[in-house]
RNA sequence: GGAGAGGUGGCAGAGUGGUCGAAUGUACCUGACUCGAAAUCAGGCGUAGGUGCAAACCUACCGUGGGUUCAAAUCCCACCCUCUCCGCCA
């Protein structure tokens, strides 16, 4: 959510800047709702004012004795009038706020404008694909004899999960493993553990809802509110600190957590449909951080730094791009995708999203610090993916493939494998 | 699943219809005393919003949402959450 006295002051450049990430706002209705408002607000306030002084001198009249009933008489008919103002305040009020929760974040002026992901800047490209002296295979025949079952698990759920086994499955909870102690112990995260199911409100304040409910599953239920399954950690941890006012000498704070995630992938019927690319399950490890406004850009730089370290220690190429205006997230202010190399597809595939959202998130959710003047200020929340752990096993067995249809296990790995060096496909 | 208790300011805790945005304590900030500190004394100390150049004034908020009333922290209804005991359970 903007900062709604940005939209009040200077309504002209915020359409513009948002204009470059293709959302065009109707500057025309906010003018006009925000108009109506200061007048039946400032009428609803003189109301109510009225009111309450002549409340209380009856109150006074009353607890002296005297006859209160000329008081009473003279605002008797305020009560309607009153009512209607209330009713016609909130009347302006929900649309003004459904209008406020659709705009888009700002793009930081350091991001470049662009139409599409063809505008995206690649900003460095580390590790050197590996030359192949034999024809590659993508994970799905390779995982064939390694353990991966896409049959058994649509038969269990339907299309789009998938079903590991035997050291595949271990190989993938080696990953998670890794990529958690790497962080806590290397990069000084803590770790935290969160709940998989969460309310609206905090989908609201990370910025799924109300704009991307077909993105989300539910789970209704008959004596309680409605839940939804998330669709990243960023949800229940960014979450953690709604509402609250976090005592500066804390900040920043930073977490990682390991959880799955889910996402119905509406939008995506016939995308990445082979496969483990695109699931309605998968896991990640996110990284998390809440820190004093003037710092979010340094952090988010670090914060990319440490999901590249993993890719980095797996010995993967990958490169790091810039998004453009146009291809960024809705709560985005900026953000890098980090794209790993995949030999079957002979491309670089998105492994990792980091984001610094400044305020969007914090105003939602009123999360908030003591500055140095000692006033509560917005934090900034900045997270990202340290790493999808699905697709990083993809890349795993794409990039380390030998001629014999074998994967070779990164020297990090080993020790999570029981120091196995490779998986072996099975015969048949 | 059954029975009960409760949600008030950073924390504790009073307040069952009227000068209550809320006593008191504590924490915190400022000042006085002190060489300094502690103790003591005095003052300050919630959030959001509106009008205004400003000073200031006004509005809303006592778990959430409705309702009754001239007036609601206080009464009524619904919901959410927490705690205790019993039962069940990974």
Redesign the pocket.
Known sequence: MLD??LL?NDIKSVAARLSSRGFELDTAEFTRLEAER?TI??L???L??K??????Q???A??KGED?SAI?AE??H??DELKAAETAL?ALQAPLNALLMSIPNLPHESVAIGKSEEDNVEVSRIGTPRAFDFPVKDHVDLGEKLGLDFETASKIAGARFSLLRGNLAKLHRALAQFMLNTHTDAHQYTEVYVPYLVNAESMRGTGQLPKFEEDLFHVPRT???QLYLIPTAEVPVTNMVRGE?VPREQLPLKFVAHTPCFRSEAGAYGRDTRGMIRQHQFDKVELVQLVEPEHSYAALETLTGHAEAILQALGLPYRKMALCTKDMGFSAAKTYDLEVWLPAQNTYREISSCSNFEAFQTRRMQA?FRGENG??ELLHSINGSGLAVGRTLVAILENYQQADGSVTIPEVLRPYMGGIDALVPTAS
């Open positions: 709604i006295q009040r200061k607000q400032t609803t306030q003189e109510q004012a009111r309450n002084a002549s409340s209380k009856i109150g006074i009353k607890s209160a009473m605002i008797a305020l009560g909130a004596d309680a509110e006012i908030r006033k509560p």
